[in-house]
């Protein structure tokens, strides 16, 4: 069954950058946005970044200016570059279609401290 895979979690020092991946399991054709979300421990699960076809970026309050969104093309990845770490951003990362979800992989852990 085609699901999500994300990589690319860590630890970082509170200040530091990491980059995060995801991509379906299967090759995928769709419409829908892409958006990267986080899970802090015990929250729900939030968006904070999505990637639409149009190539139009949008940022939860917590992350602009610091979260940048990207893919190089259809084929490619959907990374999340992190800076300026806060170590509000830990938690657990996933990457999934915006509105219209395929199942979700396990998720990537980030951890940030001060």
């Known amino acids: 069954q085609v699901h999500m895979v994300e990589s690319g979690g860590g630890s970082a020092q509170a200040g530091g950058s990491l980059r995060l991946s995801c991509a379906p399991s299967?090759?995928?054709?769709?419409?829908?946005?892409y958006a990267w979300y986080h899970q802090a421990p015990g929250a729900e699960r939030e968006m904070v970044a999505a990637?639409?076809?149009?190539?139009?970026?949008r940022y939860a309050d917590s992350v602009k200016d610091r979260f940048i969104i990207s893919r190089v093309n259809v084929q490619s990845s959907v990374d999340l570059l992190m800076t300026t770490l806060k170590p509000e951003d830990t938690g657990r990362y996933f990457c999934?279609?915006?509105?219209?979800?395929?199942?979700w992989g396990q998720g990537t852990q980030v951890t940030v401290s001060s």
């Open positions: 299967e090759i995928i054709s769709t419409r829908n946005a």
């Open positions: 999934n279609l915006h509105g219209s979800p395929i199942p």
């Open positions: 990637l639409y076809p149009s190539g139009v970026t």
